[in-house]
Antibody, heavy 121, light 106 residues
Framework: EVQLLESGGDLVQPGGSLRLSCAAS????????ISWVRQAPGKGLEWVST????????YYADSVKGRFTISRDNSKNTLYLQINSLRAEDTAVYYC??????????????WGKGTSVTVSS | EIVLTQSPATLSLSPGERATLSCRAS??????LAWYQHKPGQAPSLLIY???KRATGIPARFSGSGSGTDFSLTISSLEPEDFAVYYC????????FGGGTKVESK
């Protein structure tokens, strides 16, 4: 069974940094791209970033380009999202998501339960 | 960026009624459109992909249709567990989600 467990969410001041992690199990991690999707309070879903299975290709939404960095450690079956220069509008639950089809852009398959990031002074 | 506009924002219906949700794209996405169900406190789940294909385990009361810029999700007879927020998502040109439609119990 595919399982995704996000961690690292916290209350952070504007301008601060945070690293989110997603521990994956139940599938051959290196074979699959994997994404981050977020949901701000009271808002809809927003795709944030995707990384290919090898880690060689990365994709970002315009709203986070230059501030967010997606990476993965295939030896640890773990996905990361480094978030810098945090803004109030980055406040959201961040989900780690596997692809339904392993070609970017893709539909979303299995979702983790999410980790909450709050940006506030 | 392709913008997906979902309507209505809220749909108030009773169990057993038919629900029809709309998703309109700002430019053609072919049939590269999916629908997700999202319940409070749970992760979203895929219902429909490629506009009309049901994901594994999804009941037949859920159906999708459309192509190009106009799509719909129909729930033929609402069950109590179907009250949730529904999102469309396109992969025809990068990745975007619609704003969601909340299906609530009348």
């Amino acid at each position: 069974e595919v399982q995704l467990l996000e961690s690292g969410g916290d209350l952070v001041q504007p301008g601060g940094s945070l690293r989110l992690s997603c521990a994956a199990s139940g599938f051959t991690f290196i074979y699959y791209a994997i994404s981050w999707v977020r949901q701000a309070p009271g808002k809809g879903l927003e795709w944030v970033s995707t990384i290919s299975g090898s880690g060689g290709d990365t994709y970002y939404a315009d709203s986070v380009k230059g501030r967010f960095t997606i990476s993965r450690d295939n030896s640890k079956n773990t996905l990361y999202l480094q978030i810098n220069s945090l803004r109030a509008e980055d406040t959201a639950v961040y989900y780690c998501v596997t692809p339904r089809n392993n070609v970017f852009p893709h539909y979303m398959g299995v979702w983790g339960k999410g980790t909450s990031v709050t940006v506030s002074s | 960026e392709i913008v997906l506009t979902q309507s209505p924002a809220t749909l108030s219906l009773s169990p057993g009624e038919r629900a029809t949700l709309s998703c309109r794209a700002s430019q053609s996405v072919g049939t590269y459109l999916a629908w997700y169900q999202h319940k409070p406190g749970q992760a979203p789940s895929l219902l429909i992909y490629d506009a009309s294909k049901r994901a594994t385990g999804i009941p037949a009361r859920f159906s999708g249709s459309g192509s190009g810029t106009d799509f719909s999700l129909t729930i033929s007879s609402l069950e109590p567990e179907d009250f949730a927020v529904y999102y469309c998502q396109q992969r025809g040109n990068w990745l975007t989600f619609g704003g969601g439609t909340k299906v609530e119990s009348k």
